[in-house]
């Protein structure tokens, strides 16, 4: 298995991987493998949109040198789980605003010392902001309709000035039927008027139809 240029990442032809912190423990039914005697987890690009990206080629710096992130619309903690294991002396705050889906997440910071859970509405950062005071990079997953806003307002809340960025945003639902162009240039648009500098736009094909990542530096 060999290193890549992001932070706690492993690589072994197309698989990635990150060094198990719970060893034994599996969070989403995937395949552990041992390398060298240590633990590592298979990071599946089909169920996390993150390592999608970083196949697809994600920008080197984009998760180097992470000591705090805001991560939001954790669900049950699928990608939040390979970055506590990718950045271990990092804190990773975490907001999802289902209840339902906020049990296992709770469940899993139990065992994972460097995530902390926050039930909230990503659409009112005012209600965290203190609580997370400033992060280096801000992740966001919510699928929903003001998603470019929502991370716009996120980062003026709590994101360090030069600090990175990634939204994954959805392009495609059974419901919508605009272009999926027409919505990520409007997103770029937010992006930009809310005074962010979008770095790159990757489609996660094959991995997912419905997702563009779009990185930012603000
Ligand atoms: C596609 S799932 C996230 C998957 C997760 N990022 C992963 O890769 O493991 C979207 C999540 O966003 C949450 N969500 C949607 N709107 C939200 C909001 N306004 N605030 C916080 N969480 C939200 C949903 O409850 C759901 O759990």
Redesign the pocket.
């Known amino acids: 298995m060999e290193r890549t240029s992001w932070d706690g990442v492993y690589r072994e032809g197309r698989d990635l991987y990150t060094v198990n912190a719970t060893p034994g423990i599996r969070v989403y039914g995937e395949t552990l493998r041992v390398d060298r005697g240590v633990e590592h987890r298979l990071w599946d690009p089909f169920r996390?949109?993150?390592a999608a990206l970083l196949l697809r080629g994600a920008p080197d710096r984009l998760l180097s040198g992470v000591r705090s992130a805001l991560y939001?619309?954790?669900?049950?903690?699928?990608?939040?789980s390979h970055l506590s294991d990718a950045w271990p002396s990092a804190t990773i705050f975490v907001?999802?605003?289902?209840p339902t889906?906020f049990a296992p997440l709770l469940a899993l910071a139990r065992r994972r010392g460097n995530l902390l859970p926050l039930l909230?509405?990503?659409?009112l950062p005012e209600r965290y902001q203190a609580d997370v005071g400033t992060v280096e990079i801000l992740y966001q997953?919510?699928?929903?309709r003001n998603q470019a806003a929502?991370f716009v307002e996120n980062a003026r809340a709590c994101l360090a000035s030069g600090g990175r960025g990634v939204l994954m945003l959805k392009v495609r639902s059974v419901t919508q039927r605009r272009p999926a162009a027409a919505i990520v240039r409007e997103a770029r648009e937010t992006l930009t008027r809310g005074g962010l500098t979008v770095r790159s736009e990757t489609s996660l094909l094959p991995f997912s139809r419905e997702h563009v990542a779009l990185t930012v530096e603000a």
Request: hydrophobic share 40%; charged share 20%.
């Open positions: 996390s949109k993150l939001l619309g954790g669900a049950h903690g699928t990608t939040v907001v999802e605003k289902s889906s909230a509405d990503a659409q997953d919510v699928a929903q929502i």
